[in-house]
């Protein structure tokens, strides 16, 4: 308290190196005592340029480049492009392939919620559970490292399908890996409804409201978890989920909880959702086997991404290079979403609720 | 002469000194290593806490331009020589029995209290934003902790002062002595509210998971500690492992003080009630649950433990 009665405020700087934060980014923080009163986001940390890298590649290099912006949707990425190649090349992806889409996306959306939830509970202080929650994670990324090859830049599409296939024994070995990670999950979800130490640091913290989720425009779980209903793969439904049993979860306290709990839902809806398309799996090619020109044109695809909307707009020109990349990630929606959870927080709550919104940096700074 | 000899001797060499030290850092390793094997980790090796002071000791210690330069280096001096002495303040049964003219509880409960100041100070004086919330952390933690200390130790003291036919008593020598002739404290129903209140105590005071507030890695950066390197955050680690030591062997003092009469059968015992204790009241306790926030600290204290500090001296000065 100064002589005047009036509190004190001082600014912290969380970031752009900061234990909870996974990435750099920067946050000035004006807090009065343990409340924050003013937030202020600094970005561009890890800008990298990707954007006019793509117009110096070709468009089959860029596929490649697109899976190097992030490396937890680094499926997502690929794939919207591709989605947008094949759509001004008039492409049709092979039966297969488009299911097998559906397999790398989803396999990959359950390592990131995973990875997100977990990460939740270290930020809470709960070291144990996080050694558990990623234990469970591991599962999933062993799966995918056994199937792609590698943990996280699994390098599954290509203009025209994908690159991989699956024979018997793989997919055989993916289903009882999904059988072992479900009772976990399970376990998870029951664990984050009754545990005192993860209830009493998420309920009712960093809530946006559905008039707030609205107005700035949130995508993703974050939307979902403030009564927003909407999913791209719902919505506009891409390579195999219009013939799939998609429930879309959401919830509506739009505070930290519900943004874990909707992540943690979505993580069983795919184990569902690989069971089937792993059961309903077409025979035939995975992809065109060709790689022909790109005609010029322009096109936008979008897919759900495990944070939300990507959306990919493409234009080519007659030159074996795209004229133009642009793409708008999840985290850049979202972000500014994190100005009205913060209100009223506690210096605590800060990285929980930074990490609620699931911020990706190297997609949203490329 | 040979008395202060004896107190310079308890304080550098045994119980306190040397002896503390290596036991307060064997016990971190211990707690290192069992959180790990908790947690299904492989952990970090038992000497994991030596090696890290005595490279610390090696390394060169910057100021922060903005630190008030003093300050900032000797208060974890004053941390430590605090802790030096507390530890001889307290009695092992049948080992080792304090001096008279410190052996008092009252002064213990002074010197268990400037390791939080220190760390106050320190968070400060080095004038870092982290270190401020470090500070008003610590302060609003400590507010809530010692009230109930002060009343376990009121209720500790008393019980055995009207024992003994007197009204009050606060040498820990006596409490002891009376202990070992009527049964331990905690197997003593009218002190079982003190005991639960204590439990609640020496987490905040250690500073362990849920009330490791004022250092809370993920949020504050281990707040006053974020400007220290060098041979000062040694002294902080070695401040850390000692008042360890201390806040142990008073819960076994003030309520599980039996032990043999020989010696060193009785330092075995001791220790093994140490261990034991730590291993679960800290690390068990740490890898079971996950960290308050400081409001809810605050308001957890204000409840539960004051309550059964207040009950427990109500129960003790009826009975």
């Given amino acids: 308290m100064s002589s005047n009665n009036v509190p004190e405020t001082f600014s912290i700087p969380v970031g752009p190196l900061h234990v909870a934060l996974e990435e750099p980014m920067y946050f000035k923080i004006d807090v009065q005592g343990e409340t924050v009163t003013h937030v202020d986001i600094n970005a561009g940390h890890v800008h990298r340029g990707i954007e006019y890298l793509t117009t110096k590649r070709t468009m089959y290099q860029n596929v490649v480049l697109t899976e190097r912006i992030c490396s937890l949707c680094s499926n997502s990425h690929p794939q919207t492009f591709a989605m947008a190649a094949e759509q001004i090349a008039g492409i049709e992806v ?135 209903d909407y999913d791209v793969r719902r919505e506009a439904p891409y390579a195999a ?69 990507v959306l990919y707009y493409l234009r080519t020109n007659d030159t074996p290079q795209p004229e133009r990349v642009k793409w708008r990630v999840p985290t850049f929606m979202n972000w500014d979403a994190v100005c009205f959870m913060m209100q009223g927080a506690k210096v605590a709550d800060i990285a929980i609720i930074v990490n609620s919104i699931d911020p990706c940096l190297s997609c949203t700074e490329r | ?68 330069q003093n300050v900032f280096l000797y208060a974890p001096l004053v941390g430590v020589i605090s802790v030096l002495l507390a530890v001889a303040l307290v009695p092992i049964t049948g080992v080792y029995t304090p001096a008279p003219a410190i052996g008092n509880l009252l002064v213990l409960l002074y010197l268990l209290m400037i390791p939080g100041i220190v760390l106050m100070i320190a968070g400060s004086a080095s004038g870092s934003p982290y270190g401020a919330i470090g500070f008003s952390r610590e302060m609003a933690l400590m507010i809530a902790y010692e009230g109930p200390l002060v009343l376990i130790a009121a209720a500790v003291a008393i019980r055995t002062g009207v024992g003994m036919g007197g009204w009050v008593t606060f040498s820990l020598s006596d409490i002891i002595a009376y202990q070992r002739e009527h049964g331990s404290f905690l197997f003593d129903p009218v002190m079982w509210p003190a005991v639960a209140a204590f439990c609640c105590f020496y987490p905040a005071n250690l500073g362990i998971v849920p009330f490791d507030i004022p250092e809370a890695e993920t ?38 003080p039996f032990a043999p009469d020989n010696w060193a059968l009785g330092l075995i015992v001791w220790l ?25 600290a605050f308001t957890f204290f204000l409840k539960w433990p004051l309550l059964l500090a207040v009950a427990s001296l109500a129960v003790v000065v009826v009975v």
């Avoid at chain 1, 979800?189 to 009712?204: E, P, Q, V």
């Avoid at chain 2, 001797?9 to 290596?22: E, I, Q, R, T």
């Fill in chain 1, 94 to 228: 092979p039966e297969r392939g488009i299911y097998l889409r559906v397999v790398a996306d989803e396999l990959k959306r359950v390592a990131s919620h995973l990875f997100n939830t977990a990460l939740l509970v270290h930020l809470t202080g709960y070291e144990t559970y996080f050694m558990h929650m990623m234990q469970v994670r591991e599962i999933c990324q062993d799966t995918i490292e056994s199937i792609f090859g590698n943990r996280q830049d699994i390098g599954a599409m290509c203009i025209g399908g994908v690159r991989y296939d699956l024979d018997e024994k793989s997919i055989a070995y993916i289903l009882s890996q999904l059988d072992r990670i479900e009772p976990e999950v399970h376990d998870i979800i029951k664990t984050y409804k009754s545990n005192g130490s993860i209830l009493r640091r998420t309920k009712g913290v960093g809530v946006l409201t559905h008039a707030d989720a609205i107005a700035t425009g949130v995508v993703g779980p974050v939307a979902r978890a403030s009564g927003v």
């Fill in chain 1, 241 to 309: 989920y219009d013939r799939l049993p998609l429930v879309v979860h959401g919830a509506t306290d739009g505070d930290v909880w519900s943004r874990a709990m909707v992540r943690l839902q979505e993580t069983l809806t795919s184990i569902d959702l690989l069971r089937v398309c792993l059961r309903d799996l077409p025979g035939g090619a995975v992809n065109i086997n060709d790689r022909p020109d790109i005609p010029p044109g322009q096109a936008i695809a979008r897919c759900e991404a495990p944070r939300g909307e």
């Fill in chain 2, 272 to 296: 093994i009630k140490l261990v034991v204790l730590m291993v679960i009241g800290v690390t068990a306790l740490r890898v079971a649950i996950g960290r308050m926030r400081i409001d809810q």
């Fill in chain 2, 1 to 68: 002469m040979s008395n202060q000899l004896a107190i310079l001797l308890a304080v550098l060499l045994f119980p306190g000194g040397v002896f503390a030290l290596v036991l307060g850092l064997a016990l971190k390793g211990v707690d290192r290593r069992v959180a790990a094997r908790l947690q299904s980790r492989i952990g970090p090796p038992l000497a994991q806490p030596f090696f890290d002071v005595i490279k610390l000791g090696f390394k060169r210690t910057t100021v922060p331009e903005v630190a008030s």
């Fill in chain 2, 219 to 256: 949020e504050v950066l281990e707040g006053p500690l974020l400007e220290y390197s060098g041979p000062v955050l040694a002294l902080f680690k070695v401040m850390s492992a000692l008042k360890k030591v201390v806040v142990l062997s008073l819960g076994i003092a003030m309520f599980l």
